[in-house]
Every structure is written in structure tokens, then in C-alpha cells.
């Protein structure tokens, strides 16, 4: 069993920066894949970032590739999402989540995620 808490959402300006973290208890978290999904008022959940269980490979949606960037320390149980140059289409819920399906390439369906954080809610002004 896997607990996700997330922090570090906020208020933040169009073109500002925010980190989140997300500490998992349990002792097997290094064997996970960890992402990190979205969800906007009305819209669906989206897939925003995942890292693999080892750490050495990374994944991104299209509309955060090369602003945002996810990484993860085994030894603090710890997954985090830098956030930069935010857009107002950035506000949503943002959500951690867990899968020890140990895939070669992370899964981008929410469905496929065993556990979940609670969501830390970030507020892009423009």
C-alpha cells in the first residue's frame, strides 16, 4: 500500500514558476512509476509527466514539454514537478500518482494508476 501527499500548489503569475512535491510512504516506492496528471474545472483528467521506477527516464505531455520538468529522490520517497513559464491553461488540479506495473515506457492513462494523491490546486493568473 501506497500513501501520495502533494504540496507547493498555489497562486502564480503567467510566466511564473511553482514546484510540487509529492512524498509517498511505504517502503517499496523506488519500484514505482511515479507521473503526475491534471485536472481542469469540466475537463478531464490529463496526463502531465511520469518517471520511471529507476529514475533515468522521463516523459512528458506535448503542452509542458521543456518548461516543466519531473524528478524524483528514492532516498526521500519524494516525486516533484517544476513548474516554468506557466499559462492560465496551466490552473487545474494537480494530482501524483503511483503504478507498479513496473512498464517499460509509463502509462499515460489515469485507469492505469494504482494509488493517487488528494491534488494540490494551482491558479494561473493572467
Known amino acids: 500500500q501506497v500513501q501520495l501527499v502533494e504540496s507547493g500548489g498555489g497562486l502564480v503569475q503567467a510566466g511564473g514558476s511553482l514546484k510540487l512535491s509529492c512524498a509517498a510512504s511505504?517502503?517499496?516506492?523506488?519500484?514505482?512509476?511515479m507521473a503526475w496528471f491534471r485536472q481542469a474545472p469540466g475537463k478531464e483528467r490529463e496526463f502531465v509527466s511520469a518517471?520511471?521506477?529507476?529514475?533515468?527516464?522521463?516523459y512528458y505531455a506535448v503542452s509542458v514539454k521543456g518548461r516543466f520538468t519531473i524528478a524524483r529522490d528514492n532516498a526521500k520517497n519524494t516525486v516533484y514537478l517544476q513548474m516554468n513559464s506557466h499559462k492560465p491553461a496551466a490552473t487545474a488540479v494537480y494530482y501524483c500518482?503511483?503504478?507498479?506495473?513496473?512498464?517499460?515506457?509509463?502509462?499515460?492513462?489515469?485507469?492505469?494508476?494504482?494509488?493517487w494523491g488528494q491534488g494540490t490546486q494551482v491558479t494561473v493568473s493572467s
Open positions: 500518482a503511483a503504478d507498479s506495473g513496473r512498464r517499460t515506457i509509463p502509462a499515460r492513462k489515469s485507469s492505469l494508476y494504482d494509488y
Open positions: 511505504g517502503r517499496t516506492f523506488s519500484t514505482y512509476t
Open positions: 518517471i520511471r521506477w529507476s529514475g533515468g527516464n522521463t
